[in-house]
């Protein structure tokens, strides 16, 4: 199971960091993929990390102002995003697979998904 939090409403240039709570099998050997939707388009990447968290990869629309990281002690992984603007508003989901890691950014190799938190950003 897996719960994110941390969603909410900030001006363009604001700040928010989202957290994804993980239960059940072994957080430390899951890669963690952050996506998010926004109305009417499909779900799309941001950024994942590997069960280490030694390797991350981001969508490029993100990089330089997303940082994901993760706390296997505490079974939790981190978004952190900086210099929002209106067209981060999204649905920001986080899932998990349990196999090795890569760079690939489908949402069809994620088998589990948490419900969802928003995000919007006022301009």
């Known amino acids: 199971q897996l719960v994110e939090s941390g969603g909410g409403l900030v001006q363009a240039g604001g700040s928010l960091r989202l957290s994804c709570v993980a239960s059940?099998?072994?957080?430390?050997?899951?890669?963690v993929g952050w996506f998010r939707q926004a109305p009417g388009k499909e779900r799309e990447f941001v950024a994942s990390?590997?069960?280490?968290?030694?390797?991350?990869h981001y969508a490029n629309s993100v990089k330089g102002r997303f940082t994901v990281s993760r706390d296997n002690a505490k079974d939790t992984a981190y978004l952190q995003m900086n210099s929002l603007t209106p067209e981060d508003t999204a649905v920001y989901y986080c899932?998990?697979?349990?196999?090795?890691?890569?760079?690939?950014?489908?949402?069809?190799?994620?088998?589990?998904w948490g419900q969802g938190t928003q995000v919007t950003v006022s301009s």
């Open positions: 899932g998990v697979h349990f196999l090795s890691w890569s760079t690939a950014t489908t949402a069809s190799q994620y088998p589990y």
């Open positions: 059940g099998r072994t957080f430390a050997s899951s890669v």
């Open positions: 990390i590997s069960g280490s968290g030694l390797n991350q």
